[in-house]
Structure formats: structure tokens, C-alpha cells
């Protein structure tokens, strides 16, 4: 095969996930997973059963209509006017994705040409990293510091430059838990108008927010002609593996979000589509005890870890803790998450691997707290070895 690379050079050092690895540590020492952010129970029986009656009937089995299910298209239409007063046709300004993860690719594929720049939150979720250079463009980080992870909006305007073109925006924020504030969107909001940029937002933690509120991007004054905005159901229902997700914008956005997609997956989903129609329709109780629910888990966690010597970093939304181990007289994330296994039984994901400003993560550590309180509370009474 001669000299030559065989992943392209977009792609080097992109090799199997950080995910992927603490997942096969916990696995090979048999430690509880607190890294990957996934669920150890099932979603809602009804909304399964959902499911299996679109299968068992024969709806969605094959191919479903490229932009959705027109069931789920109105679902997520409702949604957003239901939590946040925005108006969408379900016709022209909704896609259903495999995921949020292929709603961010197709996003930065179809929007971005190579060369342009996307100034992103840092410490980012891998896949953005990827899809950006996928799509050849570059990313600009806007780091996010502890102890309070908050976007520094001068930093942000210094940052643009006539190559920017786009804005990818996390809020709740993974990992750090961050939820941005009514002033930081506006500052956002401002800058995007000003300069003429596209945003992209991932808001897949948006019911599980414990100080403030979710509030769209788009839903400021000048945005939503400018804004993809991008959820799914794995995380609100506890149906990961479903890998439902959706896109809203306007009908120019969508269109030119729906052209990669088409060519990415195609569609997916289709009876799982049907559940998620359902799932997005349940009362305000389900949501309510959902964040009661995470909420708990999380001071459960939160509590355990700083008893057991870590600077705990609280967060206000998401399914993740991230904290500092220095006060454990280490530096090193990485080297630590790789031997805490056999130190005590427990699998954490090093934060330095969201980051491009490594100095920034590099004794951070993220835990993932959706797990059964039996699970959490057998996490933290090993971490007391520490």
C-alpha cells in the first residue's frame, strides 16, 4: 500500500473515542462506567411499547419519508411552541436525524466550505471536533474556565475574524454542566447579527437544566433566520440507542441541512420515529420528575466526590460532573482515568480530550451521574479508596 497514510490527514489522531476506550477498561475490569453518558435504565414502558407496536404493525419498517415521519415533524413543532413559543412548519422547517450527532455533521457539512473558521465552547464533545474537519474548516475554540465556565464575550468578539462563518453553540453545556444566561445569549445574539453568522446549537440536554432555564438561541431578536437549531430524544427519554434527533431553522436552512443528510443515513429510525412522536407529547409531570429525578443524582454524586477529595464543579444542567483531582496531588486527567480502574473500580472520562487548550482541562475529570442511585452510591463508596 506504499508510504501513504490511510486515513486521511482531516482525520489524523481521530481515532477510536475516548468513549470507546474507558468503555472497554470497564468492561475488561468490571468497574461501574460513569464515563459514557448513557442510561442504565429504559426510558418510559409506554413509549417502548410504542415502539414495538410500529414495528409489530408494520409502521416505519421501511423506509420512512426522507425529511421524517410526519407524526414526529408535528411532534417537535409542538414542542417548540409548547416550552418556547417558536413557530415552525413542520413541512418545510423540521428534519428528523439519526441523532443529534448526525444533525451536527450534515449541520457543518452542508454549511461550512474548507477554509472557513467555527468558533466553538471548549471544552467541545468530540464529534465536533471531527465534523469540522470533515467538513475541511477550522475550529476556534472559545474556552470556557473554571471555576465557572462562563463565556467571555470580549474573547468571543476578539475571535471573529472575516474567515468566521459560523457559531456552534452547547448549552447546557457538555461537560461542564454550564447553561447560558439571558445576558450571554443577547451578547451572542448580537455578535452573530453583527458579523452576519450562521449558529448551530445543540441543545440535547435542554429538560435537564437545575438553575434557570433552557431558553433558545433562536428565539432572539435576529436569529432565527440565522440559526440551526439541533435536540433529540436519547437523552429526555432515556432511549440512546434509538438515535432519534431533529433539526428546526428556516426553510433555507433546513434544505440545506437535509441535502448532506440525505447522503449521510438517508433516513433511519422509522418505527422508533412513532414512539418519539408519542414521547415528545407526555404531560409536564414526566418532565418534572425527570429533572427532580437528575437533580438528585447529582448532589448524590456531587457530595460523594468532593467527600472523597475532588474540587467539585456543580453543574447547572446536563447528566455530568466535572471535576478538578488536583486536590488529590494529581495533574494528569488522563494517566488518572486510566488507572482509576484498578485503583477502585470506577471508569471517569478525562476532560483534556475536549480540549484544544489543553492546559485549561488537563487535571479535569467528568462523571456521568444517569445511573441508578444503588449504581452512584456503590461508585462513591469506592471512591472513598482514594
Given at each position: 500500500m506504499g508510504t501513504r497514510p490511510l486515513l486521511n490527514r482531516r482525520l489524523a489522531g481521530m481515532g477510536s473515542t475516548i468513549f470507546a476506550e474507558m468503555s472497554a477498561l470497564a468492561v475488561a475490569t468490571g468497574s461501574i462506567n460513569l464515563g459514557q453518558g448513557f442510561p442504565d435504565t429504559d426510558g418510559p414502558r409506554a413509549i417502548a411499547e410504542a415502539a414495538a407496536r410500529a414495528v409489530l404493525e408494520g409502521r416505519g419498517n421501511q423506509y420512512p419519508p426522507g425529511p421524517g415521519i410526519p407524526e414526529l415533524r408535528a411532534a417537535v413543532t409542538e414542542h417548540q411552541q409548547r416550552w418556547y413559543g417558536l413557530t415552525y412548519d413542520p413541512d418545510s422547517e423540521v428534519l428528523i436525524t439519526a441523532g443529534a450527532t448526525e444533525a451536527i455533521a450534515a449541520a457543518l457539512l452542508a454549511l461550512l466550505e474548507p477554509g472557513d473558521e467555527v468558533i466553538a465552547l471548549e471544552p467541545f464533545y468530540d464529534s465536533y471536533a471531527a465534523c469540522i474537519a470533515m467538513a475541511g474548516a477550522t475550529r476556534v475554540p472559545l474556552t470556557l474556565r473554571a471555576p465557572g465556565f462562563r463565556p467571555d464575550l470580549d474573547e468571543l468578539r476578539a475571535l471573529i475574524t472575516p474567515r468566521t462563518r459560523l457559531l456552534l453553540i452547547n448549552t447546557p453545556h457538555n461537560p461542564t454542566g454550564t447553561v447560558l444566561t439571558p445576558d450571554e445569549l443577547r451578547g451572542i445574539a448580537e455578535l452573530a447579527c453583527e458579523h452576519d453568522l450562521l449558529v448551530i446549537t445543540d441543545e440535547v440536554y435542554e429538560h435537564l437544566v437545575f438553575a434557570g432555564a433552557h431558553r433558545p438561541l433562536a428565539a432572539l431578536p435576529g436569529m432565527?433566520?440565522?440559526?440551526?437549531?439541533?435536540s433529540s430524544a436519547g437523552k429526555t427519554f432515556s432511549f440512546t440507542g434509538w438515535k432519534v434527533g431533529w433539526v428546526t431553522g428556516t426553510p433555507e436552512l433546513v434544505a440545506a441541512v437535509r441535502t448532506a443528510k440525505q447522503y449521510l443515513t438517508f433516513v433511519s429510525a422509522g418505527p422508533f420515529q412513532y414512539a418519539v412522536a408519542d414521547a415528545l407529547r407526555l404531560p409536564d409531570s414526566y418532565f418534572d420528575t425527570l429533572r427532580a429525578d437528575h437533580l438528585r443524582k447529582r448532589d448524590l454524586l456531587a457530595d460523594g466526590l468532593a467527600a472523597a477529595g475532588f474540587e467539585v464543579f456543580r453543574p447547572e444542567g446536563t447528566y455530568f460532573i466535572t471535576t478538578d483531582i488536583t486536590p488529590l496531588g494529581e495533574t494528569d486527567g488522563l494517566e488518572f482515568c486510566r488507572k482509576l480502574p484498578?485503583?477502585?473500580?470506577v471508569v471517569a472520562i478525562p476532560n483534556v480530550v475536549f480540549y484544544d487548550n489543553t492546559e485549561a482541562g488537563r487535571s479535569h475529570v467528568r462523571?456521568?451521574?444517569?445511573?441508578?442511585?444503588?449504581?452512584?452510591q456503590e461508585a462513591v463508596t469506592r471512591l472513598q479508596q482514594l
Open positions: 432565527r433566520e440565522r440559526t440551526v437549531s439541533i484498578e485503583r477502585c473500580g462523571w456521568a451521574f444517569c445511573k441508578r442511585d444503588d449504581v452512584l
